[in-house]
């Protein structure tokens, strides 16, 4: 299964690829709320939150059997 940390060096590597250096930083309040991930790009940090699922397969349409 992919973890947060797998998630945050594909971030890292894609900012890598562009040719800009990252500037990533971990965000907590003194109550305990965080945010997983917080990249500052264009003058602005942006916060990433990472969840996970069981699931496997994208959510979508469901195909319906046919009726014949």
């Known amino acids: 299964p992919t973890t947060t940390n797998d998630f ?5 590597k894609a900012i890598a690829h562009r040719g800009e250096e990252p500037r ?3 965000w907590r309040t ?6 997983d991930l917080s990249v500052e790009a264009v003058g602005k940090l942006h916060p990433i939150e990472v969840k996970s699922s069981a699931r496997r397969d994208p959510p979508g ?3 319906r059997p046919s009726r014949v």
């Open 61 to 63: 349409p469901r195909s």
């Open 8 to 12: 945050q060096a594909e971030i890292l």
């Open 24 to 26: 990533v930083h971990f």
């Open 30 to 35: 003194s109550s305990g709320k965080e945010v």
